[in-house]
């Protein structure tokens, strides 16, 4: 059971930004989407989120895209964006209600799993506030508690660490954890390394929407023929390498 992408390009007016990706992400794996500004990572995600429709290549789930079934297709796979995607009409609760009639979940099944989340992310007060109330933090944090609700079996996210404070980030990062461990894919790009490199079971190194290595660390050290480096030092190398391009 895997994410599968097979010889992807993928852009804008038919000009490539992903040059030739070939992937695949088990279920239970989480990866570490690392790259500059740039590089092409949220062209990879919204085009995996069927957002963006390839020029060349595939996006598979269990053998199945897209066009194969939409419903089947979309209802796997849950996403986090880099900026809160929030209706100023609607409350948390109402959120919740709406996420869960998107993937077909009875709205008391997903409202006891929110409720922990919840708690945890001290939104257990808010659930009648409207976005206009919240911080970006707690914007954010709305938009991990949608998503940690469904049934999805991959998760994508884009800088999930973006405008949480440390007790949230810690909390996100254990949910990660036993989310992979129930089973879920997890896919997300990052900056903070440091946080990656504790996470990840592998990542995937994307320079000019080519990915120039994969593997774990030890695998990525033999890639960049730099045997003592740390993910920080191969980043380094990949983005000097780019510079002298």
Known sequence: MTLQVDNLFSGYRQVPVLKDVNFSIKFGEIVGLI????????TLLKTILGL???QQGSVKINGQSIVDNHKDYAQNIAYIPETPILYEELTLKEHIEMTALGYNIPVDVAMQRAEPLLKMFRLDKNLNWFPTH????????????????TDAKI???????????????????NLL??????GTAILF??????IADELCDYFLMLRAGVL?????????????????????DIYIAMTEQEEAL
């Open 35 to 42: 790259g500059l500004n740039g590089a092409g990572k949220s």
């Open 52 to 54: 963006i429709e390839p």
């Open 134 to 149: 919240f911080s970006k933090g707690m914007k954010q944090k709305v938009m991990v508690v949608c998503a940690l609700i």
């Open 212 to 232: 120039i290595g994969q593997g774990n660390v030890s695998e990525l050290r033999e890639q960049f023929m730099m045997p003592e480096a740390s993910l920080d």
């Open 155 to 173: 998760l994508i996210i884009d800088e999930p660490f973006l405008g949480l404070d440390p007790i949230a980030i810690r909390d996100f990062t």
């Open 189 to 194: 790009t990052t900056h903070v390394l440091s």
């Open 177 to 182: 954890k036993e989310r992979a461990a129930d």
